[in-house]
Nanobody
Framework: QVQLVESGGGLVQAGGSLRLSCAAS????????MGWFRQAPGKEREFVAG????????NYAYSVKGRFTISRDNAKNTVSLQMNSLNPEDTAVYYCAARSSVWVAVRSWEYDYWGQGTQVTVSS
């Protein structure tokens, strides 16, 4: 079993930056692909970014490409999401997820473990 805990959310002005972190416990996630998803009020959960087990392969949603960067530190059992040039459309609860596969996936049902989420609010 894997427990995931996100941190780093908050309130930021448009154009600002935030860095989200996800700490895994219970067992190592070094052989797991990891992903970030988000869910805005009244909307479905959507894929934001993902990384393969060693970080050699990453994938981003079109809406965040060039602004967000996903990274991982397997020695620390963590994955991070650096978010730059934030805009109000990025406002959502952000979730960290892990899957029992080494390869990135973009569908939420392909992930096996989820964190509780962290709120990101971008003001205009």
């Amino acid at each position: 079993q894997v427990q995931l805990v996100e941190s780093g959310g908050g309130l930021v002005q448009a154009g600002g930056s935030l860095r989200l972190s996800c700490a895994a416990s219970g067992r190592t996630v070094s052989s797991s692909a990891m992903g970030w998803f988000r869910q805005a009020p009244g909307k479905e959960r959507e894929f934001v970014a993902g990384t393969s087990w060693r970080g050699g392969s990453t994938n981003y949603a079109y809406s965040v490409k060039g602004r967000f960067t996903i990274s991982r530190d397997n020695a620390k059992n963590t994955v991070s999401l650096q978010m730059n040039s934030l805009n109000p459309e990025d406002t959502a609860v952000y979730y960290c997820a892990a899957r029992s596969s080494v390869w990135v996936a973009v569908r939420s049902w392909e992930y096996d473990y989820w964190g509780q989420g962290t709120q990101v609010t971008v003001s205009s």
